[in-house]
């Protein structure tokens, strides 16, 4: 009989609660594009979504000013009112995270097809997270977490290559793209994790979301021109800069302080499976039986990552 501490039993517990809602959160953002985003590039797409989330999180930290929040710092942190200690380039990376995602997942989908594009793209994270963790940070996943992710990647792949997807003769160029997108986002919630356990989410979210925004605002102008933006497709931009990246990554970042970054990455595969869903309820698809089967093999891959996870804790 071991005595632990009270919090620690249901912290893991907690974060893998927020980190699965961002991804249930980010699993709309597919059927939300089919329904609104008219001719809008998908490039302007992510950059305004990118732009959104940064004013979102600019009002959080105004609102949390004015109602008397004291300032992130306080006396530990050198002096009351002092900002977080954190390094600039931290930030940096995190914004080439979260902006280098963006501009390489729509590039990258475009390119691929939307089924084989995201299955790469969300398949490769975890991978991508599993070996930076092994290899720069010296902490290697164990033996189960990682057949976890292989079932759980063979699944995702199993759904998309079912569905189709548009998914011609792959472009390589696109496959490419995705991996780099899949690296840049494993590469975000690394660091991520890092910033939060240092600094207020919140504050954090802020400064990464701007840069994020301006890198991927000259991008989108460079590679799709001046944007059109329709009624429907402005409600689209600001659901999925409110909801789809606001709201889900102030879930994702405090999900973070409670697990490992690998884990948090992996859960995010929780996404197509959400996708899948709404693609079922909202657009009346009708995907064959091998799509079914790669889900219940995603979501049993999930298990075994999430039961490393909370064994690790112990």
């Known amino acids: 009989m071991h005595h632990h501490h009270p919090c620690t039993a249901t912290s893991p517990q907690a974060g893998i609660a927020l980190v699965s809602l961002a991804a249930l959160l980010w699993g709309t953002t597919g059927t939300a594009q089919q329904l609104g985003a008219g001719g809008l590039s998908p490039f302007w797409v992510g950059a305004a979504q990118l732009a959104v989330a940064s004013a979102f999180f600019a009002c959080a930290q105004a609102l949390g000013r004015w109602r008397g929040r004291p300032r992130p710092g306080g006396p530990a942190r050198g002096g009351p009112g002092a900002p977080p200690r954190v390094p600039l380039a931290w930030l940096a990376l995190a914004s080439a995270g979260i902006g280098g995602y963006s501009i390489a997942f729509y590039a990258g989908v475009r390119l691929a097809g939307v089924g084989v594009g995201t299955a790469v793209a969300i398949g490769s994270s975890p991978v991508w997270a599993g070996l930076i963790q092994a290899v720069v940070q010296r902490a290697p996943p164990p033996v189960r977490w990682w057949l976890g992710v292989g079932v759980s990647v063979a699944g995702g792949a199993l759904?998309?290559?079912?569905?189709?997807?548009?998914?011609?003769?792959?472009?390589?160029?696109?496959?490419?793209?995705?991996?780099?997108?899949?690296?840049?986002?494993?590469?975000?919630?690394?660091?991520?994790?890092?910033?939060?356990?240092?600094?207020?989410?919140?504050?954090?979210?802020?400064?990464?979301?701007?840069?994020?925004?301006?890198?991927?605002?000259?991008?989108?102008?460079?590679?799709?021109?001046?944007?059109?933006?329709?009624?429907?497709?402005?409600?689209?931009?600001?659901?999925?800069?409110?909801?789809?990246?606001?709201?889900?990554?102030?879930?994702?970042s405090g999900g973070l302080r409670h697990i490992g970054g690998a884990t948090a990455v992996t859960l995010t595969l929780i996404e197509p499976a959400a996708a899948f869903a709404l693609a079922l309820l909202v657009l009346g698809e009708r995907p064959p039986a091998p799509a079914y089967w790669g889900l219940a093999a995603l979501l049993a891959g999930l298990g075994l990552v999430i039961r490393a996870e909370l064994r690790g804790a112990r």
């Open 159 to 252: 759904m998309a290559l079912a569905r189709g997807g548009g998914a011609a003769a792959p472009a390589w160029a696109g496959l490419g793209l995705c991996l780099l997108a899949g690296l840049a986002y494993a590469a975000y919630a690394l660091v991520n994790k890092r910033l939060v356990a240092r600094a207020p989410a919140g504050w954090v979210n802020l400064r990464v979301f701007s840069g994020a925004a301006l890198l991927a605002l000259p991008a989108a102008a460079l590679l799709a021109g001046v944007p059109r933006f329709s009624a429907p497709a402005l409600a689209l931009v600001l659901y999925l800069g409110v909801v789809v990246s606001g709201l889900a990554y102030v879930a994702f």
